[in-house]
């Protein structure tokens, strides 16, 4: 919080001098990844992420001055995959001050391609505002021969600066396509067009610096959200187990054992799992774990038509293992009905 409050006295000033113009004010969050990532050469398949500053990687993109005024903000410089609570809370916290403070009318956040979505949905469900927050990245580092994250930066800042793209919620632009935090999920580890919306298909799509949009998110988002985690320091622990044929149930006890508030069974088929793992379900119940069933499946989700539907543990709809972990957790900040926790499924 401190950090967040030092930021906005400095963005204040830093950006009073652009408040008065016609651009859009975007402030640019910087966290890494293979965006800001490099290479030994130009066409080499390994490279090291999260090692560009963002101020080298906006010079990298001169047309941004054109489409609005800028500020890039640093916020870590890491790979997705080491992304934490506590950075999770530092962008709420800084988005949320710069937002209450008329800081800024948009903002972008440079990510790894590899947890991209989970940290946009997080925000999706705790940023409680109407301006744009757009995610972007790339599939390739910045020294590559074709690299993937000039444009795809173009298109965030464009698509932030848009007097369409608020209300939203909080959104994700790569390989010109924009796509909904709710559902976005990456589908290919290597390809530039790396990531997709299985069930519910993209926003719209970015064109010489607009967007067009037909369609909406019509979950609940940003500002009409109920989870309020402010001054919250962590988030319940919620983890997911996988099923399988045979699947044991060690895993899942040791999770129990260990005092997690929720698990997540990435289910096979319909959220399917076997008697081992249904055993351990009903034990960790009733020492207050609660459990949500998803799918390993790509399409197609859980409901309560789904095979031993049991009221006591919640069905995720569309969502991933990975997103309905989130929603969990932040159910998890205000109840531990079932029930309750079922009506958030829906709703979001």
């Known amino acids: 919080m401190?950090?967040?409050?030092?930021?906005?006295?400095?963005?204040?000033?830093?950006?009073?001098?652009?408040?008065?113009?016609?651009?859009?004010?975007?402030?640019?969050?910087?966290?890494?990844?293979?965006?800001?990532?490099?290479?030994?050469?130009?066409?080499?398949?390994?490279?090291?992420?999260?090692?560009?500053?963002?101020?080298?990687?906006?010079?990298?993109?001169?047309?941004?001055?054109?489409?609005?005024?800028?500020?890039?903000?640093?916020?870590?410089?890491?790979?997705?995959?080491?992304?934490?609570?506590a950075i999770w809370m530092r962008l709420f916290n800084v988005i949320d001050s710069l937002f209450s403070n008329n800081l800024c009318d948009g903002i972008v956040i440079t990510h790894g391609t590899d947890t991209m979505e989970e940290t946009a949905y997080f925000l999706n469900l705790t940023v409680k505002h109407r301006r744009p927050v757009v995610l972007t990245g790339s599939m390739r580092p910045s020294t590559s021969l074709s690299a993937d994250g000039p444009f795809n930066l173009f298109n965030a800042v464009s698509l932030a600066a848009s007097p369409q793209a608020g209300g939203r919620g909080v959104m994700v632009t790569m390989n010109d396509y924009i796509f909904s935090a709710d559902d976005v999920t990456k589908l290919n580890t290597v390809n530039t067009m790396a990531f997709g919306s299985p069930n519910l298909g993209p926003l719209g799509y970015m064109r010489g610096g607009k967007p067009t949009f037909y369609r909406e998110s019509l979950s609940k988002h940003t500002f009409n959200s109920e989870f309020n985690i402010k001054g919250l320091n962590s988030l319940p622990e919620v983890e997911i187990i996988l099923s399988y044929a045979f699947a044991s149930n060690i895993a899942l006890k040791a999770l129990i054992d260990a005092g997690v508030k929720g698990v997540v069974i990435a289910g096979v088929g319909h959220g399917n799992y076997n008697r081992d793992i249904a055993g351990e379900l009903e034990w960790g119940y009733a020492?207050?774990?609660?459990?949500?069933?998803?799918?390993?499946?790509?399409?197609?989700?859980?409901?309560?038509?789904?095979?031993?539907?049991?009221?006591?543990?919640?069905?995720?709809?569309?969502?991933?293992?990975?997103?309905?972990?989130i929603l969990l957790m932040l159910a998890l900040t205000k109840t531990n009905r079932s029930g309750e926790i079922q009506r958030i499924f829906e709703e979001y």
């Open 2 to 85: 401190k950090r967040s409050i030092f930021l906005s006295l400095f963005l204040l000033t830093a950006l009073s001098l652009t408040a008065q113009q016609s651009k859009p004010r975007i402030v640019i969050l910087a966290t890494g990844g293979t965006i800001a990532g490099s290479a030994a050469g130009s066409t080499q398949a390994s490279y090291t992420p999260g090692v560009i500053s963002i101020d080298n990687i906006i010079a990298t993109v001169p047309d941004l001055k054109s489409v609005a005024s800028l500020k890039g903000i640093q916020i870590c410089n890491i790979s997705s995959q080491n992304m934490e609570p």
């Open 287 to 325: 020492r207050g774990v609660r459990f949500v069933r998803s799918t390993r499946i790509v399409t197609g989700g859980v409901d309560m038509a789904a095979e031993e539907f049991d009221s006591k543990y919640p069905v995720s709809f569309l969502k991933s293992p990975q997103k309905a972990r």
